[in-house]
């Protein structure tokens, strides 16, 4: 940065705090918002509650120096015909070198004392034709992000400067022939109105329109992965063996699949007949049979004589889908392995279990991130299914599916994903959505109560349970951290049993040892523990249709999302259903975010909400979602840009044109760093 005039060493290393490095990046400096410095207020309106824009002549000025210390004061006083107005800048004795009395001067600021009039340190302008006319003042004035020893102005001026001088070389990014954006300015045209806007309309074109060039950047990098990765990956067979398989699983089932259910099946078993790997994303809300259209998935693999990978995020739940799948797949003859970091199943390993003809038998193989360690090889490997996509980091997703040569890939969620997100996050894989629940469930209400109605929340618990059902209990904490302004199941235990007794009450929380997990499970499932206090370890995997209460302490220290998991875990069965949601600090923020559970169970509609509340870095987390960041792309409105980029992007990859960068080719404004 030190190419530029007034940039030195200092200045330079200040920018840098910022992220500034090139002129690129200077340019690429986002305002965070504009201040409308066009109308004019006389000086005897001026207030001290609101900034306001004020013109006058400057009819007297001066420099006063204090005897103690360098403490100075250099005030000039302006005259527009209403009023006078004393400008004041306390030890900047250099600001008496920037006027002159009879000069016309804009100021922008609020009144920090009404007798006489004063304003301590207002931006201020000098109307004259100079290069920098009226750069802070009488317009739509960017505000910027500043750092430590940077002023609005020098920024302000610096990026004015830098404009004038490089806005001719300033590229398009994307390859020549491509069609301008429609309804959009040219890229040189975005960046001066994303500093200099005539109007706020302009300001947001320009926004958009820089979005768009990082939208179609991101795209065209997922599509030309996925066109490499097809041009040299040969799938393995897995389409199936005539439903040898399927068919006597699918009528030991007891009901019928949905019809969302058996589209995305069809979809599946394509992708798993043809060439390039399947890469798809399997989308259903909670409850809407996304495990049986997972194990249908693997019986088409083992059908077709590969094995099967599942890796889930923790152990509750991958000990859940081994119980669930050994009880399917047993009786069909076959095996399920359970491999986590704490145990694996007993008996012969069926990875290595030798057939007559020295074949391998295939297996599915169930598991957490023990699945990724390196010791741990599946010959065979066709398939591989990740639940819970969402827990899991992109490169644990590549790391499992490297353990094969190119096996098929399903990755599941429950956790809708804003359709924004999928298409940015999961622009590489092919989408499936389950959209219907199946029938035959009973009502699933929600209600948000403060801690003054526990009492009677307990009572209604106890109903619930005196008529045969069960409950989960959930806290945010396993153990108290803050003097209990947020509870934790190890405090709460004895209050708990004490509010439900005579019902028995089990303890479920990530700490436990295996095999105690798997006890109170078991013993939740089989209806001698009633009630099971748990963290939100339980919010994937329990299936206990008994279940009809979920009580939710505390619950405004959870995203919309996780609650909305922890409500599915309800609502399984015939019976009607209960959630309770407990805000110990219900402020306004977390009444609105927890009012759209009580009043929607469509996940894609929470997920929508969650995504505006919290942002996509908090929602998912940018470490483990590999989500970039996005300068002026806001993935919780521009679904539009989103698909027009994906347009965009699939005719520059189809072409083998060369791949856009969001900030345009090399070039002069963009390399120079000094």
Same mark, same amino acid.
């Given at each position: 940065?030190?190419?530029?005039?007034?940039?030195?060493?200092?200045?330079?290393?200040?920018?840098?705090?910022?992220?500034?490095?090139?002129?690129?990046?200077?340019?690429?400096?986002?305002?965070?918002?504009?201040?409308?410095?066009?109308?004019?207020?006389?000086?005897?309106?001026?207030?001290?509650?609101?900034?306001?824009?004020?013109?006058?002549?400057?009819?007297?000025?001066?420099?006063?120096?204090?005897?103690?210390?360098?403490?100075?004061?250099?005030?000039?006083?302006?005259?527009?015909?209403?009023?006078?107005?004393?400008?004041?800048?306390?030890?900047?004795?250099?600001?008496?070198?920037?006027?002159?009395?009879?000069?016309?001067?804009?100021?922008?600021?609020?009144?920090?004392?009404?007798?006489?009039?004063?304003?301590?340190?207002?931006?201020?302008?000098?109307?004259?034709?100079?290069?920098?006319?009226?750069?802070?003042?009488?317009?739509?004035?960017?505000?910027?992000?500043?750092?430590?020893?940077?002023?609005?102005?020098?920024?302000?001026?610096?990026?004015?400067?830098?404009?004038?001088?490089?806005?001719?070389?300033?590229?398009?990014?994307?390859?020549?022939?491509?069609?301008?954006?429609?309804?959009?300015?040219?890229?040189?045209?975005?960046?001066?109105?994303?500093?200099?806007?005539?109007?706020?309309?302009?300001?947001?074109?320009?926004?958009?329109?820089?979005?768009?060039?990082?939208?179609?950047?991101?795209?065209?990098?997922?599509?030309?992965?996925?066109?490499?990765?097809?041009?040299?990956?040969?799938?393995?067979?897995?389409?199936?063996?005539?439903?040898?398989?399927?068919?006597?699983?699918?009528?030991?089932?007891?009901?019928?699949?949905?019809?969302?259910?058996?589209?995305?099946?069809?979809?599946?078993?394509?992708?798993?007949?043809?060439?390039?790997?399947?890469?798809?994303?399997?989308?259903?809300?909670?409850?809407?049979?996304?495990?049986?259209?997972?194990?249908?998935?693997?019986?088409?693999?083992?059908?077709?004589?590969?094995?099967?990978?599942?890796?889930?995020?923790?152990?509750?739940?991958?000990?859940?889908?081994?119980?669930?799948?050994?009880?399917?797949?047993?009786?069909?003859?076959?095996?399920?392995?359970?491999?986590?970091?704490?145990?694996?199943?007993?008996?012969?390993?069926?990875?290595?279990?030798?057939?007559?003809?020295?074949?391998?038998?295939?297996?599915?193989?169930?598991?957490?991130?023990?699945?990724?360690?390196?010791?741990?090889?599946?010959?065979?490997?066709?398939?591989?299914?990740?639940?819970?996509?969402?827990?899991?980091?992109?490169?644990?997703?590549?790391?499992?599916?490297?353990?094969?040569?190119?096996?098929?890939?399903?990755?599941?969620?429950?956790?809708?994903?804003?359709?924004?997100?999928?298409?940015?996050?999961?622009?590489?894989?092919?989408?499936?959505?389950?959209?219907?629940?199946?029938?035959?469930?009973?009502?699933?209400?929600?209600?948000?109560?403060?801690?003054?109605?526990?009492?009677?929340?307990?009572?209604?618990?106890?109903?619930?349970?005196?008529?045969?059902?069960?409950?989960?209990?959930?806290?945010?904490?396993?153990?108290?951290?803050?003097?209990?302004?947020?509870?934790?199941?190890?405090?709460?235990?004895?209050?708990?049993?004490?509010?439900?007794?005579?019902?028995?009450?089990?303890?479920?929380?990530?700490?436990?040892?295996?095999?105690?997990?798997?006890?109170?499970?078991?013993?939740?499932?089989?209806?001698?523990?009633?009630?099971?206090?748990?963290?939100?370890?339980?919010?994937?995997?329990?299936?206990?249709?008994?279940?009809?209460?979920?009580?939710?302490?505390?619950?405004?220290?959870?995203?919309?999302?996780?609650?909305?998991?922890?409500?599915?875990?309800?609502?399984?069965?015939?019976?009607?259903?209960?959630?309770?949601?407990?805000?110990?600090?219900?402020?306004?923020?977390? +009444?609105? !975010?927890?009012?759209? $559970? =009580? *009043?929607?169970? #469509?996940?894609?509609?929470? &997920?929508? %909400?969650?995504?505006?509340?919290?942002?996509?870095?908090?929602?998912?987390?940018?470490?483990?979602?590999?989500?970039? +960041?996005? !300068?002026?792309?806001? $993935? =919780? *409105?521009?679904? #539009?840009?989103?698909?027009? &980029?994906? %347009?965009?992007?699939?005719?520059?990859?189809?072409?083998?044109?060369?791949?856009?960068?969001?900030?345009?080719?090399?070039?002069?404004?963009?390399?120079?760093?000094?």
């Amino acid at each position: 940065m030190t190419a530029l005039w007034g940039v030195g060493n200092d200045r330079a290393a200040q920018l840098a705090r910022l992220g500034i490095h090139t002129i690129e990046d200077l340019l690429l400096h986002r305002p965070r918002r504009y201040e409308d410095r066009r109308r004019f207020c006389p000086i005897s309106q001026l207030t001290t509650e609101a900034a306001a824009l004020a013109r006058g002549t400057v009819v007297a000025l001066g420099l006063k120096r204090f005897r103690r210390g360098a403490k100075s004061v250099f005030e000039l006083i302006l005259d527009d015909g209403s009023g006078r107005l004393h400008c004041r800048w306390w030890n900047l004795p250099f600001m008496e070198n920037y006027f002159a009395v009879g000069d016309e001067v804009v100021v922008f600021g609020k009144l920090s004392g009404l007798k006489p009039r004063t304003m301590d340190h207002p931006e201020s302008e000098v109307v004259e034709g100079d290069a920098e006319r009226f750069v802070h003042v009488d317009r739509l004035t960017p505000i910027y992000p500043l750092t430590e020893g940077l002023s609005q102005r020098w920024l302000r001026g610096l990026i004015w400067r830098t404009l004038e001088r490089f806005a001719g070389q300033i590229p398009e990014p994307w390859p020549p022939g491509q069609p301008a954006a429609p309804g959009l300015p040219t890229r040189p045209q975005a960046v001066r109105w994303l500093h200099f806007p005539g109007e706020q309309a302009e300001a947001e074109l320009a926004r958009r329109r820089l979005a768009l060039d990082e939208f179609v950047a991101l795209q065209v990098r997922l599509q030309a992965r996925r066109r490499r990765f097809e041009r040299h990956a040969q799938a393995l067979p897995c389409g199936g063996e005539q439903n040898r398989l399927i068919k006597p699983f699918l009528a030991r089932l007891g009901f019928q699949l949905t019809e969302a259910q058996t589209r995305v099946l069809r979809e599946i078993r394509a992708d798993l007949a043809a060439s390039p790997p399947m890469r798809r994303l399997l989308q259903g809300d909670v409850g809407s049979g996304k495990t049986v259209v997972a194990a249908c998935a693997a019986l088409m693999a083992l059908e077709s004589g590969y094995s099967v990978a599942l890796m889930a995020p923790t152990e509750v739940l991958a000990e859940q889908h081994h119980l669930t799948f050994r009880r399917w797949f047993e009786p069909l003859g076959v095996r399920v392995e359970l491999r986590t970091g704490s145990r694996k199943t007993a008996g012969v390993d069926a990875t290595t279990l030798p057939l007559a003809n020295g074949a391998k038998l295939p297996a599915l193989i169930i598991g957490t991130h023990a699945l990724l360690t390196e010791r741990f090889d599946i010959p065979r490997l066709g398939l591989v299914i990740i639940d819970e996509q969402h827990k899991f980091g992109v490169a644990q997703r590549e790391a499992l599916v490297r353990k094969g040569r190119y096996p098929h890939l399903l990755v599941m969620t429950a956790t809708p994903i804003p359709r924004t997100l999928g298409l940015t996050l999961y622009g590489d894989l092919d989408l499936s959505v389950i959209d219907t629940l199946p029938g035959g469930r009973g009502r699933l209400q929600t209600f948000v109560r403060t801690p003054a109605s526990l009492p009677r929340v307990w009572a209604f618990v106890r109903q619930q349970l005196a008529a045969g059902r069960q409950a989960y209990v959930v806290y945010p904490r396993v153990e108290e951290t803050d003097a209990g302004a947020v509870k934790a199941v190890m405090r709460e235990r004895d209050a708990v049993q004490a509010a439900v007794a005579p019902f028995r009450v089990g303890l479920l929380h990530g700490r436990l040892a295996a095999r105690h997990k798997e006890a109170v499970m078991a013993a939740f499932r089989a209806n001698s523990v009633q009630v099971l206090l748990a963290t939100s370890l339980v919010e994937v995997g329990l299936d206990v249709p008994n279940a009809t209460v979920m009580l939710i302490e505390n619950a405004e220290q959870f995203g919309l999302s996780q609650l909305h998991q922890l409500r599915g875990r309800i609502g399984r069965g015939a019976a009607d259903a209960y959630c309770i949601l407990v805000a110990g600090s219900l402020t306004p923020e977390a +009444r609105a !975010r927890l009012q759209v $559970l =009580a *009043e929607t169970q #469509d996940g894609f509609r929470i &997920a929508e %909400a969650d995504l505006r509340l919290r942002g996509p870095g908090e929602l998912l987390g940018r470490a483990q979602s590999g989500l970039p +960041r996005f !300068r002026f792309g806001d $993935l =919780a *409105e521009d679904l #539009d840009l989103i698909q027009q &980029a994906r %347009a965009l992007a699939t005719q520059i990859v189809a072409a083998d044109m060369p791949a856009p960068r969001p900030s345009g080719p090399a070039s002069e404004w963009s390399n120079k760093s000094g």
